[in-house]
């Protein structure tokens, strides 16, 4: 890290000199009893008034969960549209690049193609560990942001902290750790590094561990400037009325949630243990995720069997260092047995 970080070197001009959307109730900062600023119908369903676009409830209930201040987080339509305000705060079209480090989650080049910014993609070393010199070396002065992803999709593994912490303390621009999977691993979130470093940027999910994929719900995790941005660039009611409340709901009961957290990670060691045993299996990848990536003599050939027997996995075997590779998520127990009882056959 450069002493005296300076956001403003990294945010493109024009959201700089943004003036966001503001709504009247959003201004209004008093007790009111009649609501007519919105043109919203005023027939009470429960779902006739807009979301609040700060989701407030669902950030107190969050902050003693992820113990970070309600202003040092986002909420976004599933974490996808988090990093799509990535790049749309820090990277100009046609201009800027990011890096990523192969193989990892495909959204940050989609969201990146998308956005018309080049990639830089930098290969992970053998056994899937950053190659920081090489992520470095790769930087030039249009370069903004660094994905890392970390436990890392589709290997699974978690990156050492000694390179994670190299990376944030040394990359000129923003460094995004993507936290999807983080309880599944053994370890605390880096938010606790937010204080440390304010080129920082940590995501998380709902859609894994917690089970709510459908809500399309994603949390970012920044210092207050680079959260600033983010509110005022995404859309003021990214997030439902339906999805705030299922939310509330599902944090309200911690208890299943740590149940069924403990119940997949068995599961993942019972699975991984069973993969072991077939002789077609090369290797089983360690993982600190919900699911295995295992190398295979015949990728193509088992996914297509398994196919055949209605069982869907994620062929993995086209992407660098996964030659034949598949990727399993871990199921229920009996999901779990079924696979295994159809390997048997195969
Ligand atoms: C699944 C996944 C996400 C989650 O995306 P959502 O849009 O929140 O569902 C984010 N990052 C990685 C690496 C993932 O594998």
Redesign the pocket.
Known sequence: MQPAFDISRLVRPNIAGLKPYSSARSEFTGQAEIFLDANENPFETGLNRYPDPLAKQVKKILNPIKRVAAERMVL?N????I?DLIFRIFCEPGQDNVITMLP??G?YRVSADINNVAVKEVPLLQGFIPNVDAVLRAVDERTKVLWV?TP??PSGNDFPEYEVRRLVEEFPGIVVI?E??IDFADRPSYSTWLDEFPNLII?Q????AWGM?GI???IGMASEQIVDLMNAVKPPYNVNVLSQQKALEALKDEATFKQKLTEIKRQRLWLEDQLRRFDWVAKVHPSDANFLLIQVTDAPDLYQFLTGKGIIVRDRSRQYLCEGCLRFTVGTEQENQQLVQVLKTY
């Open positions: 976004g599933g974490s996808d549209e990093i990892t989650y959204m992803c890392n999709n993507d999807a999977y995501m999910t709902f859609s894994k994929a399309r719900l994603g």
